[in-house]
């Protein structure tokens, strides 16, 4: 089981990052992202269930959207509207179950990172 995450970059405040995650050798039921900033914990992101629901923290509702295309075993994060606390390393995860999105235990499997910066 592989997840390949990529898409990460620098740009400015106000600009906008797809980021792009590719999942192999397993059919998953839900998808997230989380994040990581210099000097803090991983937080949660956004998640995508078997059913296409979404969830989001609320710093980034209204500005990131995720979305799932099964076809391809790829998970996307739309990131809008950037701003400088949006940098940090960014981390797709994959789970075989469908609750508990917001909370990294309930994944099995992680991509390795791919860094957003944002500058002001």
């Known amino acids: 089981v592989q997840l390949q995450a990529s898409g990460g970059g620098l740009v400015q405040a106000g600009g906008s990052l797809r980021l792009s995650c590719a999942a192999s050798g397993l059919t998953f039921s839900a998808y997230g992202w989380f994040r990581q900033a210099p000097g803090k914990d991983r937080e949660f992101v956004a998640a995508v269930d078997w059913s296409d629901r979404t969830y989001y923290t609320d710093s980034v509702k209204g500005r990131f959207t995720i979305s799932r295309d099964n076809a391809k075993n790829t998970v996307y994060l739309q990131m809008n509207s950037l701003k400088p606390e949006d940098t940090a390393l960014y981390y797709c995860?994959?789970?075989?179950?469908?609750?508990?999105?917001?909370?990294?235990?309930?994944?099995?499997?992680w991509g390795q990172g791919t860094l957003v910066t944002v500058s002001s």
């Open positions: 995860a994959a789970s075989v179950h469908n609750g508990g999105l917001s909370s990294q235990n309930t994944y099995q499997f």
